[in-house]
Nanobody, 122 residues
């Protein structure tokens, strides 16, 4: 089992940047595929980015490709989401999640953090 805690959210103007961090505790962090998801008010939780166990492979939603970067440090049990060129439509609660398969479906992830709010003003 792994526990996940996100941090780094906040209020930023459009065009700005934020870096989200997810700290993991528990066993074998490096054995999990890690993902970031987000949920805006009134909308379903959607996939943002995922990274393989070693960090060698990443994949992004089209809406964030070229603006967001996911990375991980297995020695520090941390996964990061660098968000640049933020837009108002990026406003959401952002969640990190751990799973065992390289998937974009949130049902494939079984450990979740509590989320961190990101608000982008226009």
């Amino acid at each position: 089992q792994v526990q996940l805690v996100e941090s780094g959210g906040g209020l930023v103007q459009a065009g700005g940047s934020l870096r989200l961090s997810c700290a993991a505790s528990g066993r074998a962090f490096s054995s999990y595929v890690m993902g970031w998801f987000r949920q805006a008010p009134g909308k379903e939780r959607e996939f943002v980015a995922r990274i393989s166990r070693s960090g060698a492979t990443t994949y992004y939603a089209d809406s964030v490709k070229g603006r967001f970067t996911i990375s991980r440090d297995n020695a520090k049990n941390t996964v990061l989401l660098q968000m640049n060129s933020l837009k108002p439509e990026d406003t959401a609660v952002y969640y990190c999640a751990a799973g065992s398969r390289l998937e974009t479906d949130r049902r494939e992830y079984y450990y979740w953090g509590q989320g961190t709010q990101v608000t982008v003003s226009s």
